[in-house]
């Protein structure tokens, strides 16, 4: 039994990265992003799946998202972001041991879910409104695990681009290690009107398969699965 638990131990280890320090390669690679100033999006990489589209009217466009907060992606996250806002020495791998020590044992994923109106092909046809109904979610499961599920935003708002440009990180004092110092971002207004719903959660599990898996995100109304590979 401990030979089977170190063996697991050493699996992840290998796989997704230790949470002992900042993985080098997948921060140097986060640096080179930010040196060619790629967008912030282009650091989520596999990390990140969709697991909601809208239709607007053209095209189907990627607007709901499970994020993997594990080593691989917050190693990148800060060195991105230390090369972006010039941090001093040290600062990736002290944020990193600050977010680690918050989360001993753990595996966090952030769920961005959104509700628009749907627009059809033809334009003799009427939309059809949002439903928020959809956006409430009730359980996270990874096979037998129930994982714990906590809100921490919901915005109303006649402007699409609130949403899609929301700060995720808001609403969780435990991811403030992974904000960047110039993101000063407003909490969403107690008087929220308009045709655009969005919906963020922080799902916390003890741990997660070393292949490939599934995080089954249930609600009242939709039910939605978060698919993960198991490597690039």
Request: aromatic share 12%.
């Amino acid at each position: 039994m401990i030979l089977c638990a170190a063996w697991m131990a050493a699996a992840v280890s290998a796989r997704y990265g230790a949470w002992a320090k900042p993985i080098r390669t997948e921060w140097e690679f986060g640096t080179s992003l930010a040196a060619k100033r790629q967008p912030e999006s282009t650091v989520f990489r596999e990390d990140r799946v969709v697991i909601g589209r809208w239709f607007n009217g053209k095209s189907k466009l990627a607007v709901e998202h499970a994020l993997w907060l594990n080593p691989r992606f917050v190693s990148r996250w800060l060195g991105y972001w230390e090369r972006r806002e010039h941090w001093p020495a040290e600062e990736s791998a002290r944020r990193f041991d600050t977010f680690r020590s918050g989360m001993p044992g753990n595996q966090w994923f952030l769920i961005s879910l959104s509700a628009y109106p749907k627009y059809p092909m033809l334009e003799l046809v009427d939309s059809v409104d949002a439903r928020p109904g959809d956006l409430e979610l009730q359980s996270a499961e990874i096979g037998s695990q129930v994982g714990a599920l906590r809100e921490l935003n919901r915005i109303q708002t006649r402007n699409r681009e609130d949403i899609e440009k929301h700060e995720w990180w808001l609403g969780a004092p435990e991811l403030g290690p992974l904000v960047p110092k110039h993101h000063q971002g407003p909490q969403p207004s107690p008087y929220q009107l308009g045709d655009y719903f969005g919906r963020w959660y922080l799902v916390k599990v003890s741990s997660c398969p070393l292949t490939s898996f599934e995080v089954v995100l249930r609600g009242p109304a939709k039910d939605r699965v978060a698919r993960f590979a198991n490597g690039r």
